[in-house]
């Protein structure tokens, strides 16, 4: 089932498959099919920007309830954040989030010892009791910013009780 355009939801665009699988222990955690949808993988952070400007941006435009997350690798650059955000037109600044690991999600998935679908999950439990267990490790703390601006404006959308979804 694909998001409800006249509703506030959540795009995520993954940068390889390892990110595809945490969005979608993420996605699997919240169960809301309507209110999240995780895209196929770009295939690299320059190519999910890419495509993000050349289509993702222009409907966004089109769809004021729209919101995306541009998963990426970080690739330990601290220039990274700045690179991509960079692309992101001013109009749609408030919309676009710009997360996830600081070197790549291999190495997140060692040190926790847990399959990526389910850090996904760990990622949204936190996010839905509002706490910082996962979110805290340190291949993934340089989000904290990023974290606070997702769940001040998605955290409603994706963790609101079913009947307010689709009221």
């Known amino acids: 089932m694909s998001a409800n355009r006249e509703r506030p939801h959540v ?4 940068e390889d498959d390892a990110d595809r699988q945490i969005a979608n222990g993420f996605h699997i955690e919240i169960g809301s099919l309507r209110t999240m949808r995780v895209l196929p993988p770009a295939r690299g952070w320059r190519k999910a920007v890419f495509r993000f400007k050349e289509y993702h941006a222009a409907q966004m435009e ?7 997350i541009l ?6 650059r601290e ?3 700045l690179e991509v955000r960079r692309e992101i037109p001013a109009g749609l600044a408030y919309r676009v989030f710009i997360v996830g690991t600081w070197t790549e999600p291999e ?3 060692t040190d926790l010892g847990a399959a990526y679908e389910a850090i996904g999950r760990k990622l949204a439990k ?3 009791e509002d706490t910082d267990a996962t979110w805290n490790h340190p291949l993934l703390r340089h989000n904290a910013a990023g974290l606070a601006r997702l769940r001040e404006r998605v955290r409603p959308i994706l963790f609101q009780p079913p009947a307010a979804a689709f009221a």
Do not use: M, S, W
Not at 71 to 76: E, K, N, Q, R, T
């Open 62 to 68: 089109a769809c004021t309830n729209r919101f995306l």
């Open 79 to 81: 220039d990274r954040f």
């Open 126 to 128: 936190d996010c839905r």
């Open 107 to 109: 190495r997140l998935r």
């Open 11 to 14: 795009v995520v665009l993954p």
């Open 71 to 76: 998963l990426i690798d970080f690739d330990g």
